[in-house]
Structures are given as C-alpha cells and as structure tokens.
C-alpha cells in the first residue's frame, strides 16, 4: 500500500473538483427547500444538464455555452415540476420522482449519439501571483472558472437570504405559506422562481460532470450525485455556508476512497466505493438524531390558496 | 367615513352575504356581531381586498373603494389583525412586520419605530426576539403594531380576545379607546357580548348573511343582543348541583415535554377528578394545554409522578389501554387529530370505538356494526349530514364536534378528558354539547374540560385551575371566583404593568 | 398517449406504427406473441410484487425508495442458500430459498425503517443510498462468494436454472408464469383483503392521510413504519430471489435491472390500489416488451422506453389531482 503516491495538494484540489457539482446542485436545492419545496427530481435535472451541456459544447466547442444552455434546459425542465407542483397541487415526492426517471430516460435518448465521445473542456485560470504560491497555489488558485463560481454563488445565496428583503419573503413562504399568502405575498410565484433557480444550477452541476470533471458522456454518469445533494442539504440543516462544508466533506471522501483504490489499498475496492453512500448515512443519522433543526415548517406541504 | 352598500356575496351553495349594508364613522368603535357562519369573516375579507363582492359598494370618504388585494386596502388606511395570526415562527418580531407592511423601512430604522409604537400604545416588545418565543398575547402585539406602523384609518380586529387573559384584554381596551380619541375607527368583530357593551358605540348584528340590526350597545342588553344574534332564544343548559362522588382519576405531579419546537412544556401538575364531578381548566393557548391532553390520553407518556385511575397505575398506558378501562378522550383539533377528514364517518369511528364497540373480531373489521354504530351517534346527537358514509371534511364544525363528542359519550366513559370542546362552533351546537356534557356528569362520570372560552367553564364546571405556563394553579370552586381572581390566576398579564398609555 | 405519439414522431418513426408495435403486436402479431405473451408475465411479476409491497408504504406516508437495494439482497440470500446446499437435491431447498429471499429484502428494509422510526431519518435518502451499497454488495460477491468455481473464471455465480431443486420453474408451460408470478397474484388478493377489510390496513391509510388522528388510535409509529417498510423489503426481496432462481438464472454484476425503481412508478400509476397495480404492472410489462420489439423492428432506441413511463407518470400525476382537487372545492363549502 503505497500511501506516498497519494499528494495532498492535488488531493484538495481534486476534493473540490469532485465536490463542485453536488455543491451546485445542493445550494439550488437549498433555496428549493427554504421555500417550502421538496425536488426529489435533482439528478435528472443534473443529468440532463450533463447531457445538453455536453452536446452543445462538442457541437459548438465552446464549453461555456454547454454550461450555459445546460442551466436553461434544466430551468425549463424543473418548470414541469413546478406546474405539476405547485399548480395542479400534485404529490411532491411521486412528482419529483418522476422527474428524475424522465431526466434519466431523455437524456440517455439525446446522449446515445455522444457516447464515449470527449468533449472541450474548461482551462484551468491562473491567477496571477496567486496560483504561483508553492502548495496552496496548486491546491487552491488554479481551478477553473465554474469552481470559484460555484463558491460565487454560495456567497451571493447566502447574502441573498439573509439580508435582502426578496429573500426574507421566500423564507416566509418556506416557514408558513397560509400566513404569506394572507399577507398578499404570491406563494406559488415564489416558489416557481425559486424551483426555476434549482433546476439551473443543478444543470450547470450536471453539466460540470460532463464537461469538467470527467469530459465525457456515458449514459448516467450522475451516478447518484444528485441524491447525495439533498442528503447535504437536511445536513446542512438548510445554511449556505453548511452546504458548503457538506458538499467538500463528500467530495473528500470520495476522492480519498478513489486514490486509496489507486494506491492499492488492502480494502477491496467494492467497500471502498460504497464508503462515500454509507458515510452520507451516517451523517443523515447523526443529524437527524440532533433534532432536524431548521428545517422549513412548510417543506413538502401541499398549499392550498383558501379564499 | 366607510358606507358599507348593499354588498352581497355568494359562494357555491351557500349565500354569505346578502344585501349588507350600513356605516362606520371617524372615531368610533363598532361591533361587528354574529355567530360563527353568519357572514362575518366575509364581509371583513371584501372591505380588506381579499374577496370581491357579486354586487353592492363600499365608500370610503365618499369616493367608491374597490380594493383588489389587501395591499390596496392598506394604501387606503384599512389594517386588519385577523384570528388567526399571518406570523412566521421561526423569524424575529422585526422581519415579522416587515413582511407585513408594504414600503417597510430597513431593519435599523424599523426597530426604533416599533420600539416607540409599542411604548406609546401600551403594547411593549422587544423587535430582535423570535416570534415562535413569544405568548400568543405578546404575538398579537406583533400584529397589532403592525397595524399601527401603517397609521391606519380603519382597524378591523376578528375575535382579538379569545386569546387574552383578562387583564389582558383591560389594556386591549386601553389602547383601543386611545387610538380611537385619536381618530381612527375600529371594526370590532366578536361574540362576547359583554365586552361589546362595555367598549362599543355600535354594533351590527349579523345572521346566516343578512344584516338583523344595527343598535347601540349601551342601550340594548345582552340577553337582546343574543337573541338577534341566534335568532331564538336558547335554552342555557342546565346544572343539577350534586355532592362529588369518589376520585376516579389521581394525577400526581406529572410532567410532559413538548414535541413542537415552540411548544410549552407541562411541569408539576397535580389533581383529582371526582365522580359526578366537572373540573375546569382555563388558561389562554399555548400555556401546556395540547400537552396536558397528550399525557392524559395516552399519546404521550409522563416521565415523572403517576396517574391512577381507580387505584390502578396507569402512567404508562397507551391510549386504548386507557380506553379499555373507560377513560375516553376529545381532542382540540376536529379534523386531522380527532377525525379524518377524507374518512367516511363509519370509517371514523374505528379511530376509538374500535374496542368498546366490538367493531373488529380477529383483526377483521365489522363494517355493519361500525355502520350501525356511526348511526346511533348521528340520531342521538342530532348530526346534520346527509349520511355516515359522508366524509368527516364534509361536516360544519359545529357537526363535526357533535359526531367527535358523541362519539365518546356513546361509549360511556368514566373519565371524560375534552380540549376546547365548543371551539369554532355555533352557538346551537355548543349549547348541546354544553348540555350532553352535563348529563355525562350528572351520570357519574368525572369530566376534564380544558377550554380558553371562561364563559364556559364558569356556566358548566364546579371546579377551576388555570394553565398558566405550563404550570396548574391552585383548584378552587368555580361558584366562589371572581372574573379577576381568574385572570390573575390565568397569569395577569405578561410583563405589562398597566402602562400610562 | 398523444404524448408518446409525438415522442416516436420526433424519433422520426411512424407514430402509429410504433405505438402498434409497443402494445398490439406482442400480444396479438403471430410472429411475436409466443414468445412475448409469457414474456409479459415474467415482467410484470415482479414489478406487481414489489408495487404492491411499495403501496402499503406509500398509503402510510413511509416513502421506500430503495426497493432496488432490496431485490439485490433477497436475490443474493436467496442464491446463497441454493449454492451452499449444492450439489444436494431435496424439495426442501426451494422453500427454504423463498424464506431468505424474504428475510433478506426484509432486513434491508429495516435499517431505514428504524433509522426513521428511532431517529426520524429521512428513509428516501437512507433506503436510496443503500442501494448503491447493495450493487457494490453485488459486485463483490459476483466477484467473490458466490463466484462459480466452474465459471473459467468469469464473475458470476453458477446458473441457477441448472440447479433442479433450486430453479425457479414454470408452473404452467409456456405462459410466463413461474412461482414468482403466481406469488404476485397472490399478493394482490391478499393486499386487497388487507386494506379493506383488516384493521391494520386501516390504520396504514389512517396513519397516511392523519398521523396525528393514528397516533390517537392507538398505532404505534414504530410498529408501523417497521411494518410498511418491511414489508415492502421482503417483497422486493422475493421478487429478486424469484428472478435470480428464474428468468434471469445467476448471481452477475448486472442482475439488477431497475425493477425496484419501475415499481414506483407502477405502485403510482395504479394508484396504490391492489387491482390497479396488477393492470398497470401488466401494461408496463407490455411497454418493456414492446419496447425491445420497437427496439428490433423500428431501431428505436430503449431508452425512449423509459422515457415513455415517465411521462405516463407525469401524465397520471396530472390528471389524478385534478379530480382530487375538485371534490376539494366541494368540500370546503
């Protein structure tokens, strides 16, 4: 077993690369949740950003138009949910089920032609100065640009909540929908909007996968990415920063596991990679046992506009 | 100021206004009167923008006012602090209001003028606390002050009193008749007919959506005002005065911990039920009441002290253990805890009859006697419904909590525990509900009866504590209270001194 | 339909064409239905089976998302009694496999349930993730425990078909119908009596539609959850034992094949009722078959298949809650 091999530079490096699209698509479905919603759909909204970001980038050679049109598609294809949801008042989690084995089917449909094909991918920037500084440079200043923009968006999610008004009014309408509504406020407008911005940045992380950490397109590569984002979103018990944390803990550990199989660790590799799923169990049980704090009174409850 | 013309409104298959009309001047406080079903909350929600009329007008200041939401009515003057409060727990008092006001200033600026609003109307509170913290008559201040941010010309308050203590309610009064020296109106709406009289220039009566009268309270008595309310006179139920019987049920100092997050915990409560007996427990929301019901029932368990029902320890009894050995239980909340609502009504009965009646032999579900037995307590319980295969959602309130009660007394308990038995119901409904609750006594039972309403309480219990904080006062006779001597034990009023206001 | 219709079209196909090839021709062309009829039985059989067990959950409000997971560890108990009893041959080991293909499916359906009833864990994360441990579970004994020593070395376990006492077998010739579609069937009946005329199928709806109104009756949560989710374990657990011992014969990296995320949207598109799981396990089945015949003839691609049940999801979610939310309105007056 050859632990030398494994260097922790390139690991935290790695670590945020693995973590980056679950951090997307979890800081979405943070705001998804603050607003009373429950998406079950993630990964097959991640996956069909994957699949779109990656036929637009190989079509057109830009990737920065793949994650662009990715986020617009999945925007458009959480509205589905969002009708279903919030207009024709149905079941959250069948809804949000259904989305995902539709996002799985599409896009194993529109990827069929892309199989095993690479695509451009996103340089890395250097910063000037700062991507120099031995060590840290390495590990912190010399990814590419989704990843300083998802740690961007975190920042502006979590300035967004806690201190605009826009904001306070969807936590309003995540705490007690009856009361927002009574106040005059658009309950299902907001959560519309907020199901929208959910469905955007989990195409963009899905299209990450596709584009950025693994260039390529394989029938459901998401692997799963999409469920782990909303166990880091009950972790985080719904706090920005939390998901954050949640997200770089599992990229982690998923990185540490591949690079332990590598380096020819003694576990065999099944209980390996299995390490990252049991360990998101046993946060969910530690959280849970805490207490499910903060969590929004109204999440997953059915609203009915009376009068 | 406000002319309210001929305004009538329709909803599929019941008519909720008809042909309202009459006027509300600068400076006055008038009682909107009616019982529950009359039309009441209908006509509110139009003058506030959150229905429109099928016909009919509203002027306001002579010009035509057609508010089409309630943002509308606000920019016209009109503020409104409704029953059930539009308040989110888990924010501050602060972003509270913010969020229920239409240019609310920032958070800096927000705070002083809700701390300077407070102080001068008699209503403190601190703008960083969480709203969940608070008691249910500090969030009333919250909506309140809400209100006043807006320096409306019209305040309409829907019931504001059935959540107060009655010191309380002295200093509701104070800042009401403070604000309408200043000026502003205020649409009082209530069933309390004393209070009516005592702070009212007029009042409107209404019933089943026609207006019956509009009078001045002062000079109308009460038991008047109630007949034009109801329609006829009722028969107050009547009260046999019979000596106790022996303790059936001996509560020691339970306690029970709250399972909602802004819930209030039950400490050191101790009692006994007397046969024959009815106890009553008085004490605003939110004081212990769901939990002292929980532990009696059997949903909850007490960690501490014992319960014993005729020398039997039964503190660790679930529910239909309890039942088995004739405690039986009503609980507040009609559809959801006590019924289901999307259940039939013969499927409803399996929820506690399901022992007592032999409705289920080797685990198979007798549907005939079930049927048979949701009859009985339909006929004996004069239920309106077109059937017991209706659904419980299908039922008015004042139905349900006749099949809900009935239900139970059918199964002839020995202790009867019932959280706010009369909530929300007509005044028909509860009068025989009162009624079948005395008959029960007067037949040996020991009855609990939780309730906020102490008119209630005072008309059917011979005994009295009140909740307050989690915690039982002393028990006294109810015949030897004065309504002060309850208010103060019900807690006074929570931190107000009686303030210069 | 109309939906799907398009779909094909946009697949550049005749629409028509491919709708009758999906629904008609496997039951009815002669070139086809011989081989497909059966096929539609050894589809929809553990689809029906592990629907069902899925309902009684979904009518409490207990959401197993993980019946996947389940399936792979009732297949892997299952075979693992067959292989530890090979090369004996007794009557007895069937049985016996049938009882560890339950117990397994059951005790994978635990660990959530108790994580929620003890913890209030989120039981759609905890039984999801735990299906990705199953198919790592999976590999590693395709590759290990339960590898055929006479398999020149492939991953995979011996065949199962090949085994007399431990194969799966038709019961009536031909038809599809092996023991595991003949449980499916019984199942329904027995859920049907269950929910309406048992009481604990009563409390199961009663604790769906007002957890509070259950808690006051007297059900026990705990009971309760371990109930719903345990059943839905041993079912999913038998529907694999019975595809392993089957239709599908051996332990592989690939065994699984969806069926437990199928059986979601079956349990929902039959609207978490006995018979209408049973009709719409069959017209799924029907879609899979006629899927991979419109795969044959027409070079539609499979996953548009999986497509097509989506949407009929989503189709149904639609509809349904328009009809609910009418007798709503009603009720409110």
């Known amino acids: 077993m050859d632990f030398s091999s494994i260097n922790p530079a390139l690991l935290i490096a790695s670590l945020m690369v693995s973590a980056t699209p679950i951090l997307l698509a979890a800081i979405g479905e943070a705001v998804v949740e603050k607003s009373g919603v429950l998406n079950l759909g993630v990964e097959g909204m991640m996956i069909v950003g994957a699949v779109v970001g990656f036929i637009v980038a190989v079509n057109t050679d830009t990737p920065l138009l793949g994650f662009v049109c990715a986020a617009i598609i999945s925007g458009i294809f959480s509205i589905i949910f969002g009708i279903l949801t919030q207009y024709l008042?149905?079941?959250?989690?069948?809804?949000?089920?259904?989305?995902?084995?539709?996002?799985?089917?599409?896009?194993?449909?529109?990827?069929?032609?892309?199989?095993?094909?690479?695509?451009?991918?996103?340089?890395?920037?250097?910063?000037?100065?700062?991507?120099?500084?031995?060590?840290?440079?390495?590990?912190?200043?010399?990814?590419?640009?989704?990843?300083?923009?998802?740690?961007?968006?975190?920042?502006?999610?979590?300035?967004?909540?806690?201190?605009?008004?826009?904001?306070?009014?969807?936590?309003?309408?995540?705490?007690?929908?009856?009361?927002?509504?009574?106040?005059g406020y658009k309950v299902v407008r907001v959560r519309m909007l907020a199901i929208m911005f959910g469905g955007a940045t989990s195409g963009l992380g899905g299209a990450y996968i596709s584009l950025a950490r693994v260039p390529q397109w394989t029938e459901g590569m998401t692997a799963g990415a999409g469920w782990i984002a909303l166990a880091i979103v009950v972790f985080a018990s719904w706090r920005p920063w939390r998901v954050l944390f949640g997200a770089y803990i599992f990229g982690g550990v998923t990185v540490l596991q591949l690079n332990l199989q590598a380096a020819g660790a003694s576990i065999p590799v099944e209980y390996l990679s299995m390490s990252p799923y049991l360990i998101t169990i046993v946060v969910l049980v530690i959280i849970s046992s805490r207490g499910n704090q903060g969590a929004p009174a109204s999440l997953g409850r059915p609203f009915h506009a009376s009068s | 100021m406000l002319e309210i013309n001929g305004i009538s409104k329709t909803y599929p298959g019941v008519i909720a206004n008809s042909d309202i009309s009459f006027n509300i001047n600068t400076g006055e406080v008038h009682a909107l009167l009616g019982e529950n079903g009359a039309g009441k909350s209908t006509l509110v929600k139009i003058i506030y923008g959150l229905v429109k009329p099928d016909s009919g007008n509203l002027l306001l200041n002579g010009v035509p006012f057609r508010p089409g939401t309630p943002s509308e009515a606000r920019k016209a003057g009109?503020?409104?602090?409704?029953?059930?409060?539009?308040?989110?727990?888990?924010?501050?008092?602060?972003?509270?209001?913010?969020?229920?006001?239409?240019?609310?200033?920032?958070?800096?600026?927000?705070?002083?003028?809700?701390?300077?609003?407070?102080?001068?109307?008699?209503?403190?509170?601190?703008?960083?606390?969480?709203?969940?913290?608070?008691?249910?008559?500090?969030?009333?201040?919250?909506?309140?002050?809400?209100?006043?941010?807006?320096?409306?010309?019209?305040?309409?308050?829907?019931?504001?009193?059935?959540?107060?203590?009655?010191?309380?309610?002295?200093?509701?009064?104070?800042?009401?008749?403070?604000?309408?020296?200043?000026?502003?109106?205020?649409?009082?709406?209530?069933?309390?007919?004393?209070?009516?009289?005592?702070?009212?220039?007029?009042?409107?009566?209404?019933?089943?959506?026609?207006?019956?009268?509009?009078?001045?309270?002062?000079?109308?008595?009460?038991?008047?005002?109630?007949?034009?309310?109801?329609?006829?006179?009722?028969?107050?139920?009547?009260?046999?005065?019979?000596?106790?019987?022996?303790?059936?049920?001996?509560?020691?100092?339970?306690?029970?911990?709250?399972?909602?997050?802004?819930?209030?915990?039950?400490?050191?409560?101790?009692?006994?039920?007397?046969?024959?007996?009815?106890?009553?427990?008085?004490?605003?929301?939110?004081?212990?009441?769901?939990?002292?019901?929980?532990?009696?029932?059997?949903?909850?368990?007490?960690?501490?002290?014992?319960?014993?029902?005729?020398?039997?320890?039964?503190?660790?009894?679930?529910?239909n253990q309890r039942r088995k050995i004739g405690l039986l239980s009503a609980p507040e909340e009609r559809l959801g805890h006590a019924a289901a609502p999307n259940m039939s009504l013969i499927e409803n009965t399996l929820i506690t009859a399901e022992n007592s009646q032999n409705l289920v032999s080797l685990g198979f579900i007798d549907w005939k006697k079930s049927k048979a037995f949701a009859d009985k307590v339909i006929k004996k319980f004069d239920v309106r419904t077109p059937g017991s295969q209706n659904t419980a959602g299908s039922l008015s309130g004042g139905n349900l909590q006749k099949f809900v009660i009935g239900r139970e007394i059918l199964?002839?308990?020995?202790?009867?525990?019932?959280?706010?038995?009369?909530?929300?119901?007509?005044?028909?409904?509860?009068?025989?509900?009162?009624?079948?609750?005395?008959?029960?006594?007067?037949?040996?039972?020991?009855?609990?009866?939780?309730?906020?309403?102490?008119?209630?309480?005072?008309?059917?219990?011979?005994?009295?504590?009140?909740?307050?904080?989690?915690?039982?006062?002393?028990?006294?006779?109810?015949?030897?209270?004065?309504?002060?001597?309850?208010?103060?034990?019900?807690?006074?009023?929570?931190?107000?001194?009686?303030?210069?206001? | 339909m109309i939906s799907g219709g398009i779909l094909f079209a946009a697949l550049g196909e005749n629409p028509f064409e491919a709708i009758r090839i999906i629904f008609w021709d496997p039951l009815f062309d002669p070139n086809f239905a011989s081989y497909s009829r059966p096929q539609l039985l050894v589809k929809a059989g553990p689809l029906i089976l592990i629907a069902i067990g899925l309902s009684f959950g979904f009518k409490a409000g207990v959401w197993n998302i993980g019946a996947e997971g389940q399936y792979i560890l009732g297949a892997i108990f299952g075979a693992s009694v067959a292989l530890a009893?090979?090369?004996?041959?007794?009557?007895?080991?069937?049985?016996?496999?049938?009882?560890?293909?339950?117990?397994?499916?059951?005790?994978?359906?635990?660990?959530?349930?108790?994580?929620?009833?003890?913890?209030?864990?989120?039981?759609?994360?905890?039984?999801?993730?735990?299906?990705?441990?199953?198919?790592?579970?999976?590999?590693?004994?395709?590759?290990?425990?339960?590898?055929?020593?006479?398999?020149?070395?492939?991953?995979?376990?011996?065949?199962?078909q090949n085994y007399e006492s431990a194969a799966n077998v038709e019961i009536i010739a031909n038809s599809g119908m092996h023991w595991g579609v003949l449980f499916a069937f019984i199942t329904v009946i027995f859920s049907y009596i269950v929910l309406t005329k048992h009481i604990q199928g009563f409390n199961i709806q009663l604790t769906g539609q007002a957890p509070r109104a259950s808690k006051f009756a007297g059900v026990n949560p705990t009971a309760n959850i371990v109930f719903c989710l345990g059943i839905s374990g041993a079912l999913a657990g038998l529907a694999g034992m019975f595809e392993v011992s089957g239709p599908s014969g051996q332990i592989t990296i690939e065994f699984n094949s969806g069926y437990g995320f199928t059986a979601i949207i079956v349990a929902f598109l039959g609207r978490l009722h006995p018979i209408g799981i049973f009709l719409s396990g069959l017209l799924i089945a029907l879609t899979y078959i006629g899927g991979e015949l419109a795969q044959l003839m027409l070079g539609l691609p499979g996953a548009s298949i999986q497509l097509f049940q989506g949407m009929l999801l989503f189709f149904l979610l639609a509809t349904d809650l328009f009809a609910n939310y009418k007798v709503k309105i009603g009720a409110d007056n």
């Open chain 2, 411 to 501: 199964q002839n308990p020995s202790v009867f525990i019932v959280n706010q038995p009369t909530w929300g119901v007509d005044a028909a409904a509860a009068s025989s509900i009162r009624q079948a609750l005395l008959t029960l006594s007067e037949n040996g039972a020991a009855i609990l009866v939780i309730s906020q309403d102490l008119d209630e309480l005072l008309e059917i219990s011979d005994q009295f504590a009140a909740l307050n904080g989690g915690a039982l006062s002393r028990i006294e006779k109810t015949a030897e209270l004065s309504m002060e001597q309850i208010g103060l034990m019900m807690g006074g009023a929570k931190d107000l001194e009686a303030r210069n206001v």
């Open chain 2, 78 to 319: 009109i503020a409104m602090v409704f029953q059930h409060f539009s308040l989110f727990e888990a924010l501050s008092v602060a972003e509270n209001i913010s969020l229920g006001m239409d240019n609310p200033p920032n958070q800096r600026d927000l705070g002083k003028k809700i701390k300077s609003v407070s102080e001068s109307y008699g209503l403190p509170i601190d703008p960083a606390k969480t709203v969940g913290e608070l008691s249910v008559g500090e969030r009333q201040r919250v909506e309140i002050i809400r209100c006043l941010l807006q320096n409306p010309k019209l305040l309409v308050m829907d019931e504001p009193t059935s959540v107060l203590t009655p010191q309380e309610v002295d200093i509701l009064f104070k800042t009401l008749l403070k604000l309408r020296s200043e000026g502003t109106s205020i649409l009082y709406i209530s069933h309390k007919l004393e209070e009516i009289r005592k702070l009212c220039d007029t009042a409107t009566i209404l019933r089943l959506g026609k207006k019956v009268d509009t009078c001045t309270p002062e000079k109308t008595s009460t038991k008047k005002l109630a007949e034009m309310m109801v329609g006829s006179t009722i028969k107050a139920p009547e009260k046999l005065n019979k000596p106790a019987g022996q303790v059936m049920l001996n509560v020691d100092n339970i306690c029970c911990v709250s399972k909602s997050q802004f819930g209030t915990s039950l400490t050191n409560v101790t009692f006994d039920l007397r046969q024959g007996e009815i106890l009553g427990i008085g004490g605003v929301a939110g004081n212990g009441q769901d939990e002292l019901f929980a532990v009696l029932s059997g949903e909850q368990f007490s960690q501490h002290g014992s319960i014993s029902f005729n020398g039997i320890n039964i503190t660790k009894f679930n529910p």
């Open chain 1, 89 to 183: 008042k149905s079941n959250q989690v069948a809804t949000g089920l259904g989305l995902t084995l539709v996002g799985l089917g599409l896009s194993a449909l529109l990827g069929r032609p892309y199989e095993g094909m690479k695509s451009p991918t996103l340089k890395a920037l250097e910063i000037p100065f700062f991507s120099d500084i031995p060590v840290l440079g390495k590990m912190l200043f010399s990814h590419d640009l989704m990843i300083y923009f998802s740690i961007f968006l975190v920042t502006l999610v979590w300035w967004f909540l806690k201190y605009t008004h826009a904001g306070m009014v969807l936590r309003a309408v995540g705490e007690n929908h009856d009361a927002a509504h009574a106040l």
């Open chain 3, 85 to 160: 009893f090979y090369p004996m041959e007794s009557k007895f080991i069937f049985p016996l496999m049938i009882i560890a293909g339950a117990l397994g499916g059951f005790l994978w359906g635990l660990i959530p349930a108790l994580l929620k009833a003890k913890l209030n864990t989120n039981e759609i994360l905890v039984s999801l993730m735990l299906v990705y441990v199953a198919e790592s579970i999976l590999a590693s004994v395709s590759q290990g425990l339960l590898k055929n020593p006479d398999g020149y070395g492939f991953p995979g376990s011996r065949n199962l």
